[in-house]
């Protein structure tokens, strides 16, 4: 497959998707020079400073709906929580849980001269740390995963209601083991007491760390404001839909039928597979605005906690169907670039089709020419030197012709789609020319290993070669070192290419799979390859290609 011309926009919309895969690549890696995943480095303390400044603000601010025992029925520093980890990595889970065992102590929370603070801390430490293993366990599932489960932002929704439900795991043994802070006596309060935990992280989690994280995006240049905003039609449609099931709810509960959710809930569902997660989250705002403030005076506690369950699901539900909605947008975004780059391709198929016919016909009246001006030298040998001076000129430029026709007709006949052997040195020298002078401008070293010139693959040489480019452009693009590797190692009878480069950067939310790294693995994979991703520690990621050695390609065919 060879290279498509794509149009200005096509290329700059391709290479920030394939930056944002290169970063999401990051978001598991140890940090730089072999420290502890868990040790931040030294501009990120001051992020953990604020971080336990808001903790405590918010923390002091979510006592206006304590529940049943310690827990908040709206715990907004949750929201905070969720958006560090996601943000910098679940790697600053420990350093966070300190932040807020500090904070926790110095607001009276955990007391030292108290025979039971061992378990204080465990008890404030264990849902942070929740936090983080939801995290990471999310983006590990997300980046093995296809579909909208892998494209944004799908992997932010399944975190922000798996890391309040992890939360609750971690805490039923403190809950437990500590009834004189929970006030739990028996097995209900336990179930209302966590109940009201998991409520209250979902409620702050999903109306506080989504703009966080937008803030943090756009603050950076990451993200940038929308260029269009939501049509008047579209706006008019989410505000009546909401309203009329806000307007519904309100007379059931003026006639006495109760505060049922459900018609919230199907308004903002609506809302949000109709216009995305954004639209989603201000009508899950508008809701928390009239629902909050009620249940901050004195309400029964199980009364406050049905309104709170029910905007929870509100919100889970409403979050989640905006997720999805913006994930299948991006996934036909993707679909639609990748048609663009086929329809250029067949275009490309036809012109060189032409091209072919072209040169046939024009290949023998050439071949006619060169042959007479060779015989028209010869005769004008002893006639006018000016006749025998042109026509040598005459047959060196049909021999040019000529060399240039058969240059053409190689390059554009059958053979250039057949498979043939292809030495690994021969490949990785067409590839370095290719990427060198690309790496050099951004400022970044190739470097390749010594290959055993023994080494040879059945492949089409212009495609496997466009695969293993991209990969290359990909790793310089990430590398934060400056160097780009490339080593060939044998695997019994396999050959396997690593492109690795050092990324240690902060992660991304994931907001694509380039195409680039599609069209690699789609040609790698028509080769009987695979390509994978692997981990090398120290911030060191390796894009492994393999590829079946001859040997083993003729021995399956035998």
């Not at 039971?116 to 366990?137: D, H, K, N, Q, T």
């Not at 679909?335 to 040169?359: G, N």
């Not at 250039?416 to 490949?427: F, K, M, R």
């Given at each position: 497959?060879?290279?498509?011309p794509l149009s200005a926009a096509d290329r700059d919309a391709e290479r920030a998707a394939e930056r944002a895969d290169a970063a999401e690549l990051a978001a598991l890696a140890p940090s730089r020079d072999g420290q502890a995943r868990w040790l931040p480095r030294e501009r990120e303390w001051l992020v953990l400073a604020g971080y336990g400044v808001i903790f405590v ?502």
């Amino acid at each position: 497959m060879a290279s498509v011309p794509l149009s200005a926009a096509d290329r700059d919309a391709e290479r920030a998707a394939e930056r944002a895969d290169a970063a999401e690549l990051a978001a598991l890696a140890p940090s730089r020079d072999g420290q502890a995943r868990w040790l931040p480095r030294e501009r990120e303390w001051l992020v953990l400073a604020g971080y336990g400044v808001i903790f405590v603000a918010l923390h002091r601010l979510a006592v206006l709906w304590g529940g049943v025992g310690y827990y908040s029925l709206w715990f907004p520093a949750a929201g905070v929580r969720l958006a560090l980890f996601w943000r910098f990595g679940a790697r600053l889970a420990p350093a966070a849980a300190i932040t807020e065992i500090i904070v926790q102590c110095l607001t009276g929370v955990v007391v030292f001269t108290q025979p039971e603070w061992p378990r204080g801390i465990i008890g404030v430490a264990s849902p942070v740390l929740a936090y983080g293993i939801a995290v990471a366990v999310v983006r590990r599932v997300a980046d093995g995963a296809t579909g909208s489960l892998a494209t944004a932002p799908m992997p932010l929704g399944l975190a922000s209601v798996l890391a309040p439900l992890a939360a609750v795991a971690f805490a039923l043994p403190w809950s437990i083991m500590r009834p004189d802070i929970t006030n739990v006596a028996n097995v209900r309060d336990v179930i209302a007491s966590l109940t009201g935990f998991a409520v209250g992280d979902m409620l702050g989690v999903l109306l506080i760390a989504p703009p966080l994280l937008w803030i943090a995006d756009l603050s950076s240049g990451r993200t940038a404001m929308p260029a269009m905003f939501p049509s008047h039609r579209h706006i008019a449609e989410a505000v009546l839909v909401l309203g009329v099931s806000l307007g519904l709810v309100g007379t059931l509960a003026t006639i006495g039928l109760g505060i049922p959710a459900t018609p919230v809930l199907l308004a903002i569902a609506w809302i949000g597979l109709r216009f995305g997660r954004a639209a989603a989250w201000a009508a899950i705002v508008v809701t928390a605005i009239l629902v909050l403030p009620e249940t901050t005076g004195a309400m029964a506690v199980d009364q406050r906690l049905a309104l709170h369950m029910s905007l929870a699901a509100v919100a889970v539900v409403g979050y989640l169907a905006g997720s999805f909605a913006d994930a299948e947008a991006r996934a036909l975004a993707a679909v639609a670039r990748r048609d663009r780059m086929l329809f250029q391709a067949e275009r490309l198929k036809t012109l060189r089709a032409m091209s072919v016919a072209v040169i046939h016909e024009i290949s023998q009246p050439l071949s006619t020419l060169a042959i007479e001006a060779r015989h028209l030298v010869e005769i004008s040998g002893n006639a006018d030197p000016d006749i025998a001076e042109t026509a040598r000129l005459i047959e060196r430029k049909t021999a040019t012709l000529s060399t240039l026709v058969r240059r053409l007709r190689r390059f554009g006949g059958r053979a250039v789609d057949e498979p043939s052997l292809l030495p690994i040195g021969t490949l990785l020298d067409t590839i370095t020319a290719l990427t060198r002078p690309e790496a050099s401008v951004a400022g970044v070293a190739i470097r390749v290993a010594p290959v055993d010139p023994e080494w040879t693959v059945l492949a089409q040489e212009i495609e496997i070669a466009q695969a293993l480019v991209n990969l290359v452009r990909n790793a310089v693009q990430a590398t934060d070192d400056g160097v780009v590797e490339i080593a060939v190692t044998r695997r019994d009878e396999r050959i396997a290419i690593a492109v690795v480069n050092h990324c240690a950067d902060h992660p991304l939310v994931h907001e694509g799979m380039g195409v680039g790294s599609l069209v690699a693995k789609a040609i790698v994979e028509a080769h009987g390859g695979t390509l994978s991703r692997a981990d090398r520690g120290l911030a060191r990621i390796a894009h492994v290609v393999t590829l079946p050695l001859v040997g083993t390609l003729v021995g399956d065919a035998a």
